[in-house]
């Protein structure tokens, strides 16, 4: 990341992981760090814009500091920013803090229930974590606040 | 009666959108498909996955017919099943969906509410019956007949 005066937002990218559950909890996730625990703060993009925009989405990770949120091991977000745009800050991976976590419950990717809205929570919680943590080094500038 | 000629899987896939309702619909309407009406022909991958080159999943897409639905007129989904070596055979916009049925305007990204639901079942509806007549289906049953 390189720019001359501090940025004023977070990005924060998660996978699209249609195909799996952790997908779904991660997007879930993401949006209620945006909505409700850090707005104004927290912007993120759609990954694959990456390669459909026209060119001034693939400037985000050097303009912001970027924390990536992938669903698995596959880690889509994560690589897609270091190659379409610079280095992350830090990163997570869904599944492997499910197992962490000891969840071995069959998640839904297309219907959310009970489980997957407190999975989403706590996911939520980890990035809020890496978001503070980031301000907490002064990478971010947030006017005096938070 | 159903005859089916044509076995291969269809791939619905929607855009990643995360910035605006409706991608949720999209994705909504997709899960409708693959999951509740026609989960023995189609299927979906991660849009990200394909973006990034992965090569399993960008042969899937080489070697199936593909569906897109987009949430916005940036198209993601259908540029990048283009890049990856083959355009999809049918690409849907939520927003066309919206033209028609202005009434279902879906709330916020994270709950689409029923007016949400309605319009992606709307799709969903829509994109069964494309499934049906690429695989050569008859098109003329519905789920519950």
């Known amino acids: 990341m390189e720019m001359d005066a501090r940025p ?3 990005g924060v990218l998660s996978c699209s992981g249609e195909s799996e559950a952790e997908g779904t909890i991660t997007r879930n996730a993401v949006r209620l ?28 990770a050097k303009k912001v500091p970027v924390i990536t949120v992938d669903g698995c091991e596959k880690s889509c977000a994560r690589l897609a920013t270091e190659k379409y745009s610079g280095e992350v800050e830090s990163y997570l ?9 000891d969840v071995t419950d069959k998640l839904s990717r297309s219907h959310p229930g009970k489980l997957e809205e407190e999975l989403t929570e706590r996911v939520a919680q980890q990035i809020v974590k890496l978001v503070d943590h980031l301000i907490e080094e002064g990478k971010v500038d947030i006017g005096g606040e938070g | 009666m159903v ?3 044509n076995s291969k899987k269809v791939y619905v896939i929607p855009c990643s959108g ?6 949720s619909v999209g994705r909504e309407a997709v899960y409708r498909v693959i999951e509740d009406k026609r989960p023995e022909c189609a299927d979906t991958i991660c849009l990200g996955l394909l973006t990034l080159g992965d090569e ?3 042969a899937k897409v080489r070697n199936s017919d593909v569906i897109t639905i987009d949430g916005c007129a940036k198209d993601c989904a259908s540029k990048n099943v283009e890049a990856s070596g083959k355009p999809p055979i049918i690409s849907h916009r939520v927003h066309d969906y919206l033209k028609e049925h202005r009434d279902l305007k879906p709330e916020t990204v994270l709950d689409i509410g029923e007016p949400g639901k309605k319009l992606a079942e709307v ?13 050569g289906k008859d098109t003329d049953h519905r789920e519950g007949e």
Do not use: H, N
Not at chain 1, 39 to 46: N, Q
Not at chain 1, 47 to 60: I, K, N, V
């Open chain 2, 3 to 5: 005859e089916q000629t």
């Open chain 2, 56 to 58: 399993e999943t960008a």
């Open chain 2, 18 to 23: 995360i910035g605006k309702p409706t991608a």
């Open chain 2, 123 to 135: 799709i969903a509806e829509d994109i069964a019956e494309e499934i049906d007549q690429l695989q």
């Open chain 1, 93 to 101: 991976d869904v599944r492997d803090l499910l197992k962490q976590w």
């Open chain 1, 33 to 60: 760090v945006m909505e409700k625990y850090k707005p104004g703060l927290v912007v993120s993009l759609c990954l694959p814009l990456y390669l459909a925009g026209d060119g001034g989405e693939r400037d985000f």
């Open chain 1, 8 to 10: 004023t937002k977070v």
